[in-house]
Each structure stands twice: as C-alpha cells, then as structure tokens.
C-alpha cells in the first residue's frame, strides 16, 4: 500500500469512452470542487416560501433556460473550441455574475477545479471560473460539445436539487424524480448552447438574482449562496 503518494492521469491519447469516465469523475460530487456548499440563492427563496416543492421544477426550469445555467452553458461550449480565450472568456464568466456570492462561487469552485486536474494530470490550469475551467480541460475530448455541457448542466441542476433536499421537505427519490423530468430541457439547452456565441450571453431570472443578494444578509443559514 502507498500513502501520501501523487498519482497522475498520463494518458496521452483518449478514446470516447475513456473521455466519458474522465467526465464523469470530473463531475462527480465527489470531484473536490465544493460545490456541495452553494444553492445560489435558493435557500433564501425557500426560507420566504417562495420556492416549495412543487414550483421548484419551474425555479429550475427557468435556472436552465433563461439564468444561470444557460450562461454557464454558453461559457463551456465557448471554452470547448479550438481558438478559445480562456483568459478572456474568465473576465467575461466573472462579468456576468450579478452578485458577489455568485462570482465567489464560480471562482472558487473553478480555482478549485483547475488545481485538482493540474495534480492529477501535471498540465498547468491557471485559475478560472468553473465553466470555463471544464471547458479548458475538457476541450481535447472527443466528445460532441453537446454531449459534455449537458453532463455539466445535470451536474448542477442536481447540485440545487440536493440543496433542496436538504432545506425542504423535499426525499431523495423526489428530487431524483425532478432531475429526470429536467433530462429533457438539459438535452435541448445543451444543443443550443452547443452553437451558441457570445452574443447569446444573456440572463433573465431577476427573481433568482435578486434571491442570491438576499441571501447574502441572511443571518443564518446552511450554504454559502
């Protein structure tokens, strides 16, 4: 048995199915990320009563297709391509945030995440914001853009689905149920977001918004966002 000791991914060639695990352990909860630790905003919206178990599908819904979660969508599917910026696309990520927990969430969850795969792979990842981190280590795959923004998107939607679960009344195989009935939404958002540019950049959930800037003056509460 060895301890202590630095173990590296030096696999130089990758086929699909190898870039498949890859993803999924990049995207695992147990990928040490933190992002078990954040429900941007959504427990703020939860603790007034605004989100119950049955309008969360909606919150979520709306999160996916005009908030957050297409914004990050569009940020991976630009950070895939050959001829990314990624320094230019982080300062455009951190741009788009509308709140400061909501950029230190991004941010630290992608530093997080680009130091992580930097040990594992010895490849330098500069820091960046957590979709833009995926789409830098992940834009050698051959896998079809569409394919890996929605293992992100499911990824998240369950992150906020576990927040849920844990503040609500809400099972395990309920919110199992919720992220199923999403499986749809996330295919099509991930194919959009797949042709996505930067002129797609754009968000709508002013009530998710304003929730995670609530959330900031809460005097107690369980996540960080």
């Not at 000791?5 to 040490?32: K, V």
């Not at 919206?45 to 957050?68: E, K, S």
């Amino acid at each position: 048995m060895t301890t202590g000791m630095a173990i590296r991914m030096t696999i130089t060639t990758i086929t699909p199915e190898a870039a498949r695990l890859r993803l999924a352990q990049y995207l695992s909860p147990a990928f040490p990320t933190g992002g078990f630790a954040w429900s941007q905003g959504l427990e703020w919206a939860i603790d007034r009563g605004l989100v119950t178990a049955a309008n969360l599908p909606q919150w979520l819904g709306d999160w996916l297709n005009h908030g957050a979660g297409w914004c990050d969508a569009v940020l991976l599917s630009l950070a895939l391509r050959p001829d990314a910026d990624h320094g230019a696309l982080d300062d455009l990520a951190r741009a788009m945030c509308p709140g400061a927990q909501r950029l230190t969430e991004t941010v630290e969850q992608g530093h997080a995440f680009a130091a992580n795969v930097a040990a594992l792979t010895g490849q330098a990842q500069p820091p960046a914001a957590l979709p833009v981190a995926l789409g830098r280590a992940c834009c050698k795959m051959p896998l079809p853009a569409p394919e890996i923004i929605g293992h992100y998107l499911q990824a998240q939607a369950a992150a906020l689905i576990s927040a849920a679960v844990r503040f609500m009344p809400l099972g395990p195989v309920a919110g199992q149920a919720m992220l199923a009935g999403l499986q749809p939404d996330i295919l099509a958002t991930a194919m959009r977001a797949g042709k996505a540019g930067p002129d797609d950049l754009a968000s709508a959930t002013w009530g998710a918004d304003i929730a995670a800037m609530r959330h900031e003056m809460m005097t107690t509460r369980i996540f960080r966002s």
